[in-house]
T-cell receptor, first 112, second 112 residues
């Protein structure tokens, strides 16, 4: 099993719908991240969490919200999806000593 | 100016050649530097990280860092078709809460 698991892996939805992407990890890391990837733009940080009580906005947080339900779980929500939120979304944890990110397998979201 | 810049490519090299991938960054407070490889449709995986000026070698891969010039590169010796992927440069910015900022990635194609 993957150390960082994302669900769903693929989702097609319509404009205005609420969507939740879930992430769970078994690495025991405190810090978790949500990134968005668009072609040619690399990975852009949406939100990050250093522990259950510490949630921070990244560079592109507008239109998104998150919930850190437990050390191992970090969910990303789109309250009212719009087409330009069509992208590949990655959850990640970080090894604090080295700074290495461990990514989930990605969730491909299409908003029609 | 983007905080982390990479040539999007594609960079095409023949099998067995040296592939040279470059990355520049704008934040002089950056502390650590990472190279990730991402196959199409997959999640990024860490190849190497480097903290100090100079070269760091790991098998066929060499990372080079020049903080004065704000430049980090990745050399791949004896390139193989299996090295064909997108290579993402990431910079840990101390002044941004130790968040990793990614470049847009360089697509490498190794032709048999």
């Amino acid at each position: 099993d993957a150390d960082v698991t994302q669900t769903p892996r693929n989702r097609i939805t319509k404009t205005g719908k609420r969507i939740m992407l879930e992430c769970s990890q078994t690495k025991g890391h405190d810090r978790m991240y949500w990134y968005r990837q668009d072609p040619g733009l690399g990975l852009r940080l949406i939100y990050y969490s250093f522990d259950v009580k510490d949630i921070n906005k990244g560079e592109i947080s507008d239109g998104y919200s998150v919930s850190r339900q437990a050390q191992a779980k970090f969910s990303l929500s789109l309250e009212s999806a719009i087409p330009n939120q069509t992208a590949l979304y990655f959850c990640a944890t970080i090894e604090s000593n080295t700074g290495e990110l461990f990514f989930g397998e990605g969730s491909r979201l299409t908003v029609l | 100016q983007k905080e982390v810049e990479q040539n999007s490519g594609p960079l095409s090299v023949p099998e067995g050649a040296i592939a040279s991938l470059n990355c520049t960054y704008s934040d002089r407070g950056s502390q650590s530097f990472f190279w990730y490889r991402q196959y199409s449709g997959k999640s990024p995986e860490l190849i190497m990280f480097i903290y100090s000026n100079g070269d760091k070698e790991d098998g066929r891969f060499t990372a080079q860092l020049n903080k004065a010039s704000q430049y980090v590169s990745l050399l791949i010796r004896d390139s193989q078709p299996s090295d064909s992927a997108t290579y993402l440069c990431a910079v840990n910015r101390l002044n941004a809460g130790n968040m990793l900022t990614f470049g847009g990635g360089t697509r490498l194609m190794v032709k048999p």
